[in-house]
């Protein structure tokens, strides 16, 4: 932990004197180790490498930013502190990817993030492989028909009771998110009945 500690110290040392790209340069090269190294990495190599890009990250330009969320969005492994800061970043570009396809954002953080952020972060959630109830419910109840529609296609998206009824209600004035409800295999025929 001291070495931790001291690593840290060094890298703030060197942010403090170098331009922005030096500091984008210095990200890639430490991503770099870090996707190498993916998968055989201990959690303390991985709480190191996410105090250093942690830091690294909240002091570069957007497009070095979005490039970075790019590569690690897909890993397994990726430092969760740093996936969680490029979930929430403001400009979308960066959050996107992380959004759609981080294994490493669990529902509570997506549920957050979709309570919180643009209409743009939540068309992006609605794009993952898999939504539970508690995030569908979020992204139909704030989301725009946009949102909500793309909710409502996703095949493994998961819907509670009151989620179903507030597509029902919402389906009563746009006729594409009605036939993506209809078209679900999940909800009986009856229900779809009583709902509408």
């Known amino acids: 932990m001291s070495g931790q500690g001291s690593l840290i110290n060094?890298?703030?040392?060197?942010?403090?004197?170098?331009?922005?790209?030096?500091?984008?340069e210095m990200l890639g090269q430490?991503?770099?180790?870090?996707?190498?190294?993916?998968?055989?990495?201990s959690v303390d190599q991985i709480d190191l490498f996410d105090d250093v890009m942690s830091k690294l990250v909240e002091q570069i330009e957007l497009t070095a930013r979005a490039a970075f969320g790019s590569r690690?969005?897909?890993?397994?492994?990726?430092?969760?502190?740093?996936?969680?800061?490029?979930?929430?970043?403001?400009?979308?570009?960066?959050?996107?990817?992380?959004?759609?396809?981080s294994p490493r954002l669990g529902d509570a953080a997506l549920v957050e993030n979709a309570r919180t952020k643009s209409q743009a972060h939540l068309l992006a959630i609605s794009e993952r492989a898999t939504l539970a109830e508690p995030v569908t419910d979020v992204l139909v109840d704030r989301g725009n028909d946009l949102v909500v529609t793309g909710?409502?296609?996703?095949?493994?998206?998961?819907?509670?009771?009151?989620?179903?009824?507030?597509?029902?209600?919402r389906s009563k004035d746009n006729g594409d998110?009605?036939?993506c409800v209809w078209s679900r295999p999940d909800i009986p025929r009856q229900q779809l009945i009583k709902l509408f």
Do not use: W, Y
Request: glycine letters at 8%; a positive charge.
């Open 72 to 101: 690690l969005a897909k890993c397994a492994d990726a430092p969760g502190k740093v996936i969680r800061l490029l979930a929430f970043d403001d400009e979308i570009e960066v959050a996107a990817p992380v959004l759609k396809h």
């Open 30 to 41: 430490i991503t770099d180790l870090f996707m190498h190294g993916s998968g055989n990495f």
């Open 177 to 179: 998110l009605a036939l």
């Open 151 to 169: 909710t409502a296609r996703n095949r493994g998206a998961k819907f509670s009771v009151s989620g179903f009824a507030m597509l029902a209600s």
């Open 10 to 24: 060094q890298l703030e040392g060197a942010l403090a004197t170098k331009g922005l790209s030096k500091r984008a």
